[in-house]
Structures are given as C-alpha cells and as structure tokens.
Nanobody
C-alpha cells in the first residue's frame, strides 16, 4: 500500500489549494481515505474523510464549508479542495487509508508522507 500526498505550498489567507492523494498497491475502490494534519507543536487531527463508495464525507468543524473531499476511483486519487484558507490551517497534511469502508478518525493502517501547507501573508 502506497499513498503519495501532494499539492501543498505557500498561500495567502483567503486563498485556495487542492491537495491530491495518489494511491497504489491495493484495491482502492474498497478503502476509505482520510486527510489529517499536524501543526507545529500540536497533535495530529482528522480533517476530512471519504468512504470507500464516496457517498459519505466528513469534516472537522473548523473546515466545514471551506474544504471539500472527493475521490476519483478510476485514477485512484482523492482530492482535498481547500478554499478560504486561514493561518490556522497551516500544517503538514497527510492522507491515510485502511480496509474499513466507513469513516472515522481512528484506526488507519497506512499513511502517506505528508505535504506542507503554509497560510501566511
């Protein structure tokens, strides 16, 4: 199982970024995918999750209405569209997966390497 996160960078407050999580080495259609982030000096937190079917999505309260998760099963990729970014969104963002089909914030077995998002003027 391999996950490759990309799309991070430096953006001004109010700007947008789209993160990608490219998957390989497993049957992507049957795995849920979660996005997590860890800011300097803080614990890792769940940001968003999409079920294996794509029919269920979840967001932490602080990003609701600003972030959108989606998946392209044909290309084995999950996206996190982040709009109206705030300095508090600055963190390393990780994607993760496991065989469970439904979302939660725990029990992920496989993790990508992370991509840094910096929101600053």
């Amino acid at each position: 199982v391999q996950l490759q996160a990309s799309g991070g960078g430096l953006v001004q407050p109010g700007g947008s970024l789209r993160l990608s999580c490219a998957a390989s080495g497993f049957n992507f259609d049957y795995y849920r995918i979660g996005w997590f982030r860890q800011a300097p000096g803080k614990e890792r937190e769940g940001v968003s999750c999409i079920s294996s079917s794509g029919r269920s999505t979840y967001y932490v309260d602080s990003v609701k209405g600003r972030f959108t998760i989606s998946r392209d099963n044909a290309n084995k990729t999950v996206y996190l569209q982040m709009n109206n970014l705030e300095p508090e969104d600055t963190a390393v963002y990780y994607c993760a997966t496991d065989k469970r089909q439904l979302c939660s914030w725990v029990d992920y077995d496989y993790w990508g390497q992370g991509t840094l998002v910096t929101v600053s003027s």
